[in-house]
């Protein structure tokens, strides 16, 4: 039996060390709270530092200086690729994570967080008990709130497993310690498209398999038809309106998939391997979800407040296993909020609607708030309007190779009549992943469509596109008709 003498006491106490967990961290003992962070991992950063956002940009950040060498021969510059040494890549991609990851623990000891490496389990709303990782013991803590912060998995195919050999998780995918001759890939979202990118850039054959009608299906058709182009320049064969009928691995290191196209007669498929990229499913399965009492809803996702209460008081959720986008950046700022609502602090909750989402693709998409056909359905907006300014007119965007659209939605809010604000940005093309926040902005903080407008932006650069589209969209084009 477990007595209170056996618990060791802190204010706060998280389980889960990923992005959000971690966030809430920081700030929590910024704030002078006693905080312990519980990981079952050995090192903190979750899945989006360990096998996800950063290891995969490094890989990418590969695939773009082989596009630059192939663009290259415009200028006159012959920049011939003689060999990819896989090992070092690997190597490259490791040493971005290590360094991140020392960066993390050096914080974290800095604010005195207590880092245990283990299994957690509430055994009571304000009770842990923390099998230890690295011994047989168990551990147990009191906290006057914890944080629930356990992430998220990748979904499966139903009745087909990873098997880590030909059929792959994105997990699996940024261990490869091969370059693949020939890949199929089930999903044409973020993930999908980023290892599409990637396996293409180094030679691999690389076939995308969608069930939507159109490649990433969460961005505009505009911004769809542009990728579904640059991807078919690049040699990447799509299929959309996919029925997936089976996936099967091979004796000899191979995966099959058969599927119908348009409902069609079935196809087969045999590549080196299959990465299944359908999404992921939040880690809520372990018991005492339901034994404490967190109410999930239909998906599995922890029903909370704004701020991140759930239905046991003193209990707190956040990130991947909440309802919203599943982006890091988005759980950072909910751990803002939760932290700061715990220490009494009056703070604002994270408006899911103006969370910024960026797709690394082998054109990058950025996108922030209301897209036209969303917005016209909303009662509370009137006089919805959409403007699309062309890159090819930005000499910067010449000078890349590349193309693509900055697409501005504007429209007046029923608490602001007669003014129109910015409601919505969709962007693809280059370097539009470091617009997005600037984009964010404008929507974020309701900034009028005028105001928004008269910005000046540095010439010659691409963040002119912004500023040209705004321009346009305020009834003043400049470079444009």
Known sequence: MTTSQDFESYDVAIIGAGAGGYSTALRAAELGKKVALIEKSPVPGGVCLH?????????????????????????????????????????????????????????????????????????????????????????????????????????????????????????????????????????????????????????????????????????TPRVSATISRDLKRAGVHCATNVTIDSLEEGVNQSATVHYREDEGDEQTLTAQFALVAIGRLPNTDADWFSAIGIDLDERGLVKTDAYGRTSVPGVWALGDITAGKQLAHRAFAQGLVVAESIAGIDTEPVDDHTVPAVTFAMTEVGSVGYARAEAETVPELSEVKETTFPMLGNARVVMSGDSGSVTVVSGIRADRPGVPVVLGVQMVGPGVSELTAEAQQLVGNRIPLHEASRLVHPHPTLSETLGEALLSADGRPLHTR
């Not at 695939?63 to 006159?76: C, L, S």
């Not at 974290?108 to 509430?122: D, F, Q």
């Not at 998780?169 to 990637?198: K, M, R, Y």
């Open 51 to 219: 096998e996800g956002c950063v290891p995969s940009k490094a890989l990418l950040t590969a695939a773009h200086v082989i596009r630059d060498a192939q663009h290259a021969e415009v200028m006159g510059l012959s920049l011939p690729l003689k060999s990819i040494d896989l090992r070092k890549l690997i190597d490259y991609k490791e040493g971005v994570v290590n360094q991140m990851t020392k960066g993390l623990e050096g914080l974290l000891k800095r604010r005195k967080v207590t880092t245990i490496t283990g299994t957690a389990t509430m055994t009571a709303p304000h009770e842990i008990s923390v099998e230890l990782s690295d011994s047989s013991d168990t551990v147990h803590l009191q906290a006057t709130d914890v944080v629930v912060a356990t992430g998220s998995h990748p979904r499966h195919l139903p009745g087909t497993q990873f098997s880590r050999k030909a059929i792959l998780s994105s997990q699996d995918a940024l261990n490869l310690q091969q370059i693949p001759s020939s890949v199929v890939i089930i999903g044409s979202g973020p993930i999908g498209l980023e290892f599409a990118t990637l396996w293409s850039s180094i030679g691999a054959e690389v076939t995308v398999l969608e069930v939507a009608d159109r490649v990433l299906p969460s961005a």
